[in-house]
Structures are given as structure tokens and as C-alpha cells.
């Protein structure tokens, strides 16, 4: 319901869809704006990544996105913010894409995944890389992984960041049984002073293979 104000009859609040109100003296009309919650294909494709992204951060968030993104956050932004941020800016499609799948953002130069290879018998991931250093890389950097099984997507990770990368291979114990097609390998690097994580590498992606 609308109010006439003074002589001029100035109009504050709402007729129909419209709002009426005044600023600094002056009249303002305005369309009020009422929310919609569309569900076409592709809104309901991404809302679909955007939980996925939530439910699988909650599961990572203590041992990874906390580790390799709180350090690094910007502002008043966290660190889980920006991980999310990061994988949606991407995540454009229908389902999700999991070689454009961000485990970590950083300044040390990415290195690519060799061979990740995956035993069906005993759930060992071999992921194999460089043992040299390129660029501002470090042999002593230190390597973590990751992989993601997507048909249950169960998750499984090396975070003991004891590897590095002068060693050129990193295990991560997975279920038995998967299908090696279906899991998805992920290699980070991070630089450390004393116990303190001072850089950390952009994530590196390979679909595994067979023995």
C-alpha cells in the first residue's frame, strides 16, 4: 500500500509491481523484482556440479583445501571460497569435466603426470612425473595426490607430503576393484619452510590406465 506525503503529493511504497520512494527529495520509481527459480537443462546440469563441488570439498576440505588453499586466500576470502570459485568458473557443461578439475592453484610451475597407473588387485595408483626440475620448480618440492573414482565417486588421496619430486612417482591407495578408466589422477606440488607451506603448484591431471 502506498502513502501520499505533503502538499505535492509525493507517492512512497508499492502499487501494484511497482515501488515508489523518494531520494534526496527527489520522486523514484522503481519495478519491483520478484525472484525466479528456473529449471531449464543446463541450470539444473550446473546446480548438479555445484553439489557435487560441495559434497566432495567436505570430504577434502581438512586434509587438502585447508592445507594448499587457506594459506593463500585473498582478502576476507577463504580458502574454501576460492577452491569453489576456481572450479566453477571452469565446470561450464552438463556433467562434469575432470580434466579441468582444480585440486590446487599456485606459483610453482605445474608438472605433467607421466603414467598413473592403477591395480585393480591391490587398489595401488602409481602416478609417475619428472624427477627434474624445470623453471622455478624444486627438486625438493614435495608432491601430493589424488585420485577420483567416478562411478561411486569416492575419493582417495595422498596427503602425507613426504614424496617429492626428486623421487618422480607417488602412490595413493585406492578400493580394490575400480575400473582403471574411471579413475582420475590429480598431482600437486608444494614448497615448505620448516612445517610452513610457502608455495604450492597448480594440479596436473591423467585418466589411469592398466598395468
Not at 31 to 53: C, G, K, Y
Not at 73 to 82: I, Q, T, V, Y
Not at 99 to 115: K, M, N, Y
Not at 125 to 136: D, E, G, S, Y
Amino acid at each position: 500500500m502506498a502513502k501520499m506525503i505533503g502538499v505535492f503529493s509525493q507517492i512512497k511504497g508499492k502499487i501494484g509491481n511497482m515501488i515508489y520512494a523518494t531520494w534526496h527529495g527527489v520522486q523514484v520509481i522503481k519495478t519491483m523484482f520478484i525472484p525466479a527459480n528456473p529449471q531449464s537443462v543446463d541450470q539444473t546440469a550446473h546446480r548438479d556440479i555445484f553439489d557435487f563441488l560441495i559434497q566432495l570439498g567436505e570430504l577434502i576440505f581438512d586434509d587438502i583445501i585447508a592445507v594448499i588453499w587457506n594459506p593463500f586466500r585473498r582478502k576476507a576470502s577463504s580458502g574454501w571460497s576460492n577452491w569453489l570459485k576456481a572450479n566453477l568458473l571452469l565446470q561450464t557443461g552438463a556433467t562434469i569435466d575432470y580434466s579441468i578439475f582444480v585440486l590446487s592453484q599456485g606459483s610453482i610451475s605445474p608438472s605433467a603426470i607421466t603414467s598413473s597407473v592403477y591395480t585393480t588387485g591391490t587398489g595401488a595408483c602409481v602416478i609417475t612425473f619428472p624427477a627434474t626440475a624445470l623453471n622455478n620448480q624444486d627438486v625438493l618440492d614435495y608432491a601430493g595426490a589424488f585420485v577420483i573414482d567416478d562411478v561411486s565417486d569416492n575419493n582417495y588421496y595422498n596427503d602425507e607430503l613426504v614424496a617429492q619430486r626428486k623421487d618422480g612417482t607417488i602412490t595413493v591407495t585406492c578400493a580394490t576393484g575400480l575400473t582403471p578408466a574411471n579413475c582420475h589422477a590429480y598431482l600437486f606440488f608444494v614448497r615448505k619452510s620448516g612445517t610452513v607451506i610457502t608455495k604450492v603448484s597448480n594440479s596436473t591431471y591423467l585418466i589411469c590406465s592398466a598395468p
